[in-house]
């Protein structure tokens, strides 16, 4: 490659994507982390789903194409949130010998293009994939030397999901099934504002939200009394947020 | 390079940082484009500041790096708000023209991370830098064919700047001189959500902010009646915020 031998200060890098897929089993809070094999001793350990971007690819469809290859979903919504690219982030000599195994590439240097994506949580089964393994860990049993930083991307992620939710409320929606209880609603909350709510407060507020529809039907074969289910409706969010929107 | 000899579908590309610095000129929203000098037919147009990544550079410094640059100001507040990286943004042989003659590099695609930053604009022969001329252009008067991706760079980073004041309302103050008037602050708002506010519940709303502070100042030297000035205190900020936070 004759441009890096004429000027081997400009950085000649790989780009990846990774995405940062969050979802809600039971009340917790949970990333998918996917198993990689080939590390220098033969263990395995867990890491961000992601991957190299083909040459001729779009940042976006990169991402989609690791979400795919993960989860066996085609089209989920996903948000481009934070490129990092510390020199740094590559400074691991088992993680380099890792990728060296598992790609058989000589790679110096990866700026990754960090992608967050909610979603419900579905029996593991149905995920499909290139990946050995796949696993939800709870936020807070996220082992705590994942390679490269992907630590500190799914730190990053988390903050933004806050700041997702503020601007766009509906998108707590993704997380949930078609009908829901208030208390799975009250419980996404809590979790992700880190504090606890007030039950008669919160329904209170629920009530006030025109998109959020009581159904006439219950929950079933449950031993505490039955919560009533609810479900989003979105043409009655659009109308709301383009009133509030407008004051 | 042996890496990419082995396996040509991976993208091995040159990285770049963009940066869009927004400012307010009177009651103009305008943003910093430089000269681009090396056009083939010798010709100059404009573009915004960015540089190519080096070798050991981390991705904030260089951006970093290219406000300092440009504007002669070492440290700028500065946000990095997405990355583009689309095969087609180097698709213009004109681009890629400029590029072998500006920077002597055979380049075939270039990802770029973008970054915002608010300012003020003082004078413009404060703008130190490598460039041979620089440019505030009103948002309404930016030229519709700047090269590679740049229109849309701009587009994308005028709505981040909208999510950025909801979240961090302060930041609005980054555009202002120390000491301001109601008008300045209020035509800021205008151009931000694009809409005519009255003057009378603008004053009472910015009475309701216990962190604008009213000086015993007014303006001089005025034709129309001299108005009050007022100053941005950032510790009641910060005191009103958390207490917001806490609701």
């Not at 990774?18 to 198993?35: S, T, W």
């Not at 290139?130 to 990053?156: A, C, G, M, V």
């Not at 078609?178 to 799975?184: D, G, H, I, P, S």
Request: glycine content about 2%; charged content about 30%; aromatic content about 12%.
């Amino acid at each position: 490659m004759k441009a890096q031998e004429e000027n081997t200060e400009m950085l000649y890098s790989h780009v990846s994507v990774d995405c940062v897929l969050l979802g809600f089993d039971e009340d917790k809070l949970c990333v998918l982390l996917v198993e990689r094999a080939g590390a220098p001793d033969g263990s395995t350990d867990f890491k961000l789903p992601g991957s190299l971007i083909y040459e001729h690819e779009d940042l976006d469809t990169a991402a989609n194409r690791v979400l795919a290859e993960t989860t066996g979903i085609k089209r989920m919504r996903l948000k481009q949130f934070r490129s990092f690219g510390s020199p740094t982030r590559t400074a691991n000599p088992a993680d380099m010998q890792w990728l060296q195994n598992a790609l058989k590439l000589n790679i110096r240097r990866i700026v990754t293009i960090a992608y967050l994506s909610l979603c419900k949580i579905y029996k593991k089964s149905s995920l499909a994939g290139r990946y050995k393994s796949t696993k939800w860990f709870p936020i807070e049993n996220i082992p705590r030397n994942l390679p490269f930083d992907h630590n500190q991307i799914i730190e990053e992620a988390l903050k933004e999901m806050r700041r997702w939710v503020e601007s766009e409320p509906s998108i707590v929606f993704e997380f949930l099934p078609l009908r829901f209880t208030a208390y799975q609603l009250r419980r996404i909350y809590e979790v992700i504002y880190n504090r606890k709510m007030d039950v008669r407060n919160f329904h209170k507020k629920m009530n006030t939200l025109s998109y959020i529809i009581p159904l006439d039907e219950w929950e079933e074969d449950v031993s505490h009394r039955a919560a009533r289910y609810y479900r989003f409706d979105k043409v009655k969010y659009n109308q709301q947020r383009s009133r509030f929107n407008k004051n």
